[in-house]
């Protein structure tokens, strides 16, 4: 497991992840991280969130996992 799974899984196991609101071309979620409360948006099909990490973070990538459907047919 990676270390950004790792982060993922404790986001969730924690239950430090709220989402507010989620249609299919948006959400507004709140986490709870390690070093601080960072609000996680979809909005126009981009994803963001004010944490200073430079790629994808722990905490959009577990409000994605909690929110984006997943295709039951992918491989």
Same mark, same amino acid.
């Given at each position: 497991?990676?270390?950004?799974?790792?982060?993922?899984? /404790?986001?969730?196991?924690?239950?430090?992840?709220? +989402?507010?609101? @989620?249609?299919?071309?948006? &959400?507004?979620? $709140?986490?709870?991280?390690?070093?601080?409360?960072?609000?996680?948006?979809?909005?126009?099909? /981009?994803?963001?969130?004010?944490?200073?990490?430079? +790629?994808?973070? @722990?905490?959009?990538?577990? &409000?994605?996992? $909690?929110?984006?459907?997943?295709?039951?047919?992918?491989?």
């Amino acid at each position: 497991m990676t270390d950004l799974e790792s982060k993922v899984a /404790r986001l969730l196991a924690d239950g430090r992840v709220f +989402v507010r609101w @989620s249609t299919p071309e948006m &959400v507004a979620a $709140v986490v709870r991280g390690d070093s601080g409360i960072w609000d996680v948006r979809l909005d126009n099909g /981009r994803w963001s969130c004010p944490c200073p990490a430079r +790629v994808t973070c @722990s905490h959009m990538t577990a &409000v994605m996992r $909690v929110t984006v459907p997943t295709n039951e047919g992918a491989t």
